[in-house]
T-cell receptor
């Protein structure tokens, strides 16, 4: 089992719809999760951090964490064409104290006008 | 906060040549990371510095790769005798040392093409 699993997509949604991106992880002890957005040819940009079970909202973005199911998701409301990018899920490697993050392969989102 | 800076942005080199990349982290961040990313994959960890000490290296980092952070500020990543398989985006990131788990802040990356 990979440490972080994401559906590579592409996930295609119409403009204005809700995009739902999902991530499962293997380390039950992980306490922190991060969502990054990466435009084609650019570097990853942090968009959300979540540290506890439940939902965390920031503007059009909501991160949801379910530690019992080892599942984290990102909802994007009122999707815009500018949201078209690859979304990476990441969490700290559990066995070390380095703070290094383990990344999924990313889900490509396409928002169609 | 000027962000993480990487230089050069692009590098094209011939197989067998040596290349060196530079990273300047966010000034108050004591942790610095190098990652490599290929098309369609997430970033893969290469190595980590806490201040000037290199504390972890991935098994991905062959003997041809070496990284330094001589004064605990900027870092360099050198690849000797480059191979076509080294073609990738090399990403540098930095973070604060916190107990909770701190996000990484990435630079714009150096895209390496080995011909």
């Amino acid at each position: 089992q990979k440490e972080v699993e994401q559906n590579s997509g592409p996930l295609s949604v119409p403009e204005g719809a809700i995009a739902s991106l999902n991530c499962t992880y293997s380390d039950r002890g992980s306490q922190s999760f991060f969502w990054y957005r990466q435009y084609s040819g650019k570097s990853p940009e942090l968009i959300m951090s979540i540290y506890s079970n439940g939902d965390k909202e920031d503007g059009r973005f909501t991160a949801q964490l379910n530690k019992a199911s080892q599942y984290v998701s990102l909802l994007i409301r009122d999707s815009q064409p500018s949201d078209s990018a690859t979304y990476l899920c990441a969490y700290p490697a559990g066995s070390s104290n380095t703070g290094k993050l383990i990344f999924g392969q990313g889900t490509t989102l396409q928002v169609k006008p | 906060d000027t962000g993480v800076s990487q230089d050069p942005r692009h590098k094209i080199t011939k197989r067998g040549q040596n290349v060196t990349f530079r990273c300047d982290p966010i000034s108050e961040h004591n942790r610095l990371y190098w990652y490599r990313q290929t098309l369609g994959q997430g970033p893969e960890f290469l190595t980590y510095f806490q201040n000037e000490a290199q504390l972890e290296k991935s098994r991905l980092l062959s003997d041809r790769f070496s990284a330094e952070r001589p004064k605990g500020s900027f870092s360099t990543l050198e690849i000797q005798r480059t191979e076509q398989g080294d073609s990738a985006m090399y990403l540098c990131a930095s973070s604060r040392d916190t107990a909770r788990g701190s996000p990484l802040h990435f630079g714009n990356g150096t895209r390496l093409t080995v011909t």
